[in-house]
């Protein structure tokens, strides 16, 4: 797959594609309906698959102070994208003029004369243009005016929620449901990021972890959780995490911290993807280092009978 990182200019060999469009923050079961249908357009046509998102989030762009909300970084979402057959993948930069640009001039500018796409599949609930003024319908009149087919999904969604989308997989984080998260991602909500020093107290205590910051990712609830772990060589190792602020030890902004059970090699500056499997239990605040250690390991056997069958 290509990571293509912007839309003028490009060779023949990075245009004509059957897209999928929008932000696909997830990529969740409704993102998949949408690229399946760009993806079956492809294959009739005989195009190159691609998907089209926007970098920052649209979001971040419009409110820059606003809370950590994003489901995974730009390489989690180049995986994903490349397991379902995506052979572009155009991160365009969401900048002053994209962000100025009306729902017209974006269909003709951007989709039309820059990528030359022939397909556009998107969601029922797509908006695009300055104020957000596009729509399905609106794409479908531009797609005939400037030369390209469009498909709209369906809503894809189950009996908790009439659609699965982004909001829905962060509202089941926020609330400490890694599971249902799952459910609408299609697998596990993981956090990405390098392994950094931390203060060191669960080595001395008999559980060393593997700390990551959560930079823009999505606050889960805080608490303990059982995990899984891809490590840098593929390897996938069981284990309990901490995702919190250290309330008993001295506190620290929130991170991940994982203690990989039957594990010990170093880690500092690896890039580690840890999967939130299930919620343990609230973070608290003890009143010692002893009544900690005793938790952990409740919480070390709670995972293990979780994640290890035969333990």
């Known amino acids: 797959m290509k990571r293509v990182s912007d839309w003028r200019g490009l060779g023949a060999s990075l245009q004509g594609a059957s897209v999928a469009l929008g932000n696909f923050d997830g990529v969740h079961r409704g993102h998949q309906l949408v690229i399946a ?10 195009l190159p698959l691609g998907v089209i998102s926007f970098e920052p989030h649209p979001r971040r762009w419009f409110q820059p102070d606003a809370e950590p909300f994003r489901l995974m970084t730009l390489d989690q979402q180049a995986r994903a994208l490349s397991d379902l057959g995506v052979d572009l993948f155009y991160v365009l930069p969401f900048d002053a003029e994209m962000a100025a640009m009306t729902d017209e001039a974006f269909a003709q500018q951007v989709l039309a004369q820059g990528l030359g796409v022939r397909h556009v599949a998107a969601g ?4 695009f243009g300055r104020g957000r003024t596009g729509d399905p319908d609106a794409l479908r009149l531009y797609g005939q005016a400037f030369g390209f087919e469009v498909s709209i999904a369906a809503a894809m969604g189950d009996a908790e929620a009439n659609k699965y989308s982004s909001s829905a997989v962060r509202e089941a984080l926020v609330a400490g449901h890694p599971d249902r998260a799952a459910v609408i991602l299609g697998r596990p909500f993981a956090i990405e990021g390098v392994v950094v020093e931390g203060q ?11 700390n990551v910051e959560l930079h823009d990712y999505v606050r889960p609830r805080l608490g303990v959780y059982a995990t899984r772990t891809r490590l840098a060589d593929d390897r996938v190792v069981a284990g309990v995490a901490n995702l919190g602020c250290n309330p008993t030890t001295g506190l620290v902004t929130a ?3 994982t203690w990989l059970f039957d594990f010990n090699e170093d880690l500092y500056g690896q890039t580690l993807e840890t999967e939130l499997v299930a919620f343990l239990r609230p973070e608290v605040k003890f009143d010692g280092l002893d009544a900690l250690v005793a938790q952990i390991a409740t919480d070390a056997d709670d995972a293990r009978r979780l994640l290890l069958p035969e333990f």
Request: glycine share 10%; hydrophobic share 45%.
């Open 37 to 46: 249908q760009a993806a079956q357009a492809a294959q009739a046509k005989g």
């Open 200 to 210: 060191k107290l669960g080595r001395t205590l008999g559980f060393p972890t593997a």
């Open 124 to 127: 029922f609930d797509i908006t």
């Open 255 to 257: 991170r991940l911290e």
